[in-house]
């Protein structure tokens, strides 16, 4: 393994999961919180959705922010937030913002917002503070612009671009697809110096829609079965959810939860394992 790549202690890696990676020839990857493992411009972006707050209300939506991500509060990665009734929703069930249980959930499930990712928690605390979507959107965008800029520094992960060259030796396929807008993620990838690794490039992808269409797509494109194809990234529900159902691999970064994922293929609790998992791919 090359120097300062980071050895897997996971009891949620197998030797033959790993093995089933090495007959795979398109890798598909997602951009944040996958191929880098900064979180800086979380900071940024909490600072930004505050600044659209009115001032009274700051100091306590921060407070709630920090609560639910150091797990203080109901509210926790994995749930949905149904903003018209101010409801968080468990496992299909509804529960005040406080934890009380609802008897009856809202009569309209949809509009549920997840809290997949630190992304997702900012805006269900925001959501719930009355920000709409579209002034949460504003905020994502300056703290993609603050990303783009000289401002946010990135250390690339150790052997994830050597381990990225092995592959494109031996003719695999690698795509990159990401929600967020092409500027910002071809910085992102200039700074870790990837951008030479993929091939096709999907930006503003829509995963929470349009995943599924995503991998269909490729998988004729390519002309791979499902089952020689990989989805890598850290949002479960948007990234590898769809892969599973399709009979993909999948290699999932669950860095907040780490619980078991039924049907992952190798799961990580940090993005800098994936360069360990791709050498061993690599290594035959």
């Given amino acids: 393994m090359p120097k300062g790549v980071t050895s897997l202690n996971n009891p949620f890696v197998s030797k033959d999961a ?15 919180g996958t191929v880098y493992e900064e979180t800086s411009h979380f900071a940024v972006f909490e600072r930004e959705l505050a600044h659209l707050l009115p ?26 937030y149904h903003a018209e009734s101010k409801s968080i929703v468990k496992d299909g069930s509804y529960f ?7 008897s009856n959930g809202p009569h309209e499930a949809h509009g549920i917002h997840f809290a997949d990712d630190p992304w997702g928690i900012y805006g269900v605390v ?16 300056a703290t993609r612009r603050h990303m783009q800029s000289c401002d946010f520094v990135m250390t690339p992960m150790p052997g994830l671009a050597d381990a990225i060259k092995h592959l494109l030796r031996k003719g695999v396929h690698l795509v990159l697809i990401t929600n967020s807008p092409e500027p910002d ?24 829609v349009n995943a599924t269409s995503n991998f269909q797509q490729l998988h004729h494109y390519y002309q791979v079965p ?10 479960y529900r948007n990234e590898i959810a ?11 970064i669950d860095r907040y939860l780490a619980v ?16 360990t998992v791709l050498h061993t791919v690599i290594a035959h």
């Fill in 242 to 252: 769809p892969a599973v159902r399709l009979g993909m691999k999948t290699i999932c």
């Fill in 226 to 235: 499902y089952e020689h194809m990989v989805s890598i990234g850290d949002h």
């Fill in 185 to 208: 993620s071809m910085a992102i990838l200039n700074k870790l110096g990837l951008s030479f690794a993929f091939e096709q490039k999907i930006f503003n992808a829509k995963k929470q």
């Fill in 55 to 80: 001032a009274h209300a700051r100091p306590e939506f921060l407070a709630t922010a920090r609560n639910v991500l150091s797990g203080k509060h109901f509210l926790y990665f994995g749930d949905g």
């Fill in 260 to 275: 078991d994922r039924p049907g992952v293929t190798v799961q990580l609790s940090h993005p800098n394992q994936i360069a």
């Fill in 126 to 141: 925001a959501r719930h503070f009355g920000l709409s979507q579209r002034a949460i959107q504003s905020a994502f965008l």
């Fill in 96 to 102: 005040t913002w406080t934890g009380e249980a609802l």
């Fill in 18 to 32: 790993l093995n089933s990676l090495k007959r795979c020839k398109v890798f598909i990857f997602d951009l944040d």
